[in-house]
C-alpha cells in the first residue's frame, strides 16, 4: 500500500523558516510529479509547488520567491524549504503526488495527511 508521510510542519514566528518533507513508502512504478499543496481553513486547497523528476518545478502564488521545493528521487523524497515565513502562510500543508502503481494504467493522486504550519506575528 502506497503511503505519503509528511514532517517538519510546527509553529515558527513571522520570519522564520520551516522544512517540510515527505517521503513515499510501498510499492510503484513511478512517482511523479511529487510537490506541496497549501488550504487554509475556509479556503480551498491551492498549489504551492511540484516537482517532475527531472527538477522541472512549478510554483503557486503561495510562497513565491520564498518557497524551495526539491526532491531526492533515489529517497523518494520531496521536501519544501520555507523562508521568510509570514502569518498568511499558516495552513493545513499536504504532500501531493502522481504515482502509478500499475505499469499499464494511469498514473493515480495520492496525497498525505497534512502537516500544519502556524506562523505568529
Known amino acids: 500500500q502506497v503511503q505519503l508521510v509528511e514532517s517538519g510542519g510546527g509553529l515558527v514566528q513571522a520570519g522564520g523558516s520551516l522544512r517540510l518533507s515527505c517521503t513515499a513508502s510501498?510499492?510503484?512504478?513511478?512517482?511523479?510529479?511529487m510537490g506541496w499543496y497549501c488550504q487554509a481553513p475556509g479556503k480551498p486547497r491551492e498549489l504551492v509547488a511540484t516537482?517532475?523528476?527531472?527538477?522541472?518545478?512549478n510554483y503557486g502564488d503561495t510562497g513565491k520567491g520564498r518557497f524551495t521545493i526539491s526532491r531526492d528521487n533515489a529517497k523518494n523524497t520531496v521536501y519544501l524549504q520555507m523562508n521568510s515565513l509570514k502569518p498568511e502562510d499558516a495552513a493545513v500543508y499536504y504532500c501531493?503526488?502522481?504515482?502509478?502503481?500499475?505499469?499499464?494504467?494511469?498514473?493515480?493522486?495520492?496525497w498525505g495527511q497534512g502537516t500544519q504550519v502556524t506562523v505568529s506575528s
Open positions: 510501498g510499492s510503484f512504478f513511478t512517482i511523479d510529479p
Open positions: 516537482i517532475t523528476s527531472t527538477g522541472n518545478t
Open positions: 501531493y503526488s502522481g504515482l502509478r502503481t500499475d505499469p499499464f494504467r494511469a498514473p493515480r493522486d495520492y
